[in-house]
């Protein structure tokens, strides 16, 4: 499944056209790997987006072409989630 189709489905971000917009901005990678939108996600592979002043990392646990909102999070789990200081941001 695409990346920026997960992150929808998945509910980590609400529209694809916003996930794709993040990817293609450099702030999503996958495997320790800068992705793109059109990456190839599949189970086990762990995925760390940039939100403004947090890091959040996850890892794929199943993919749904669509789930209900309270199944969503069922579809990855949180493995860190970390404030950036604004220092770090720039770098």
Same mark, same amino acid.
């Given at each position: 499944m695409r990346l920026d189709?997960?992150?929808k489905v998945s509910r980590i971000i609400k529209r694809r056209t916003v996930a794709k917009e993040? $990817? =293609?901005k450099g702030r999503i990678?996958?495997?320790g790997i800068l $992705? +793109?939108?059109? %990456?190839n996600l599949k189970s086990? =592979?762990?995925v760390e987006v940039r939100f403004g002043n947090k890091l *959040? %990392?996850?890892r794929v *646990?199943? #993919?749904k072409d669509s789930t209900k909102k309270e199944d969503a999070d +069922? #579809?990855?789990e949180i493995i860190s989630e970390t404030r950036i200081a604004n220092h770090e941001q720039e770098a």
């Open positions: 189709k997960y992150l993040v $990817a =293609d990678k996958v495997n $992705a +793109k939108s059109s %990456t086990g =592979d762990e *959040l %990392t996850v *646990l199943e #993919m +069922k #579809m990855y």
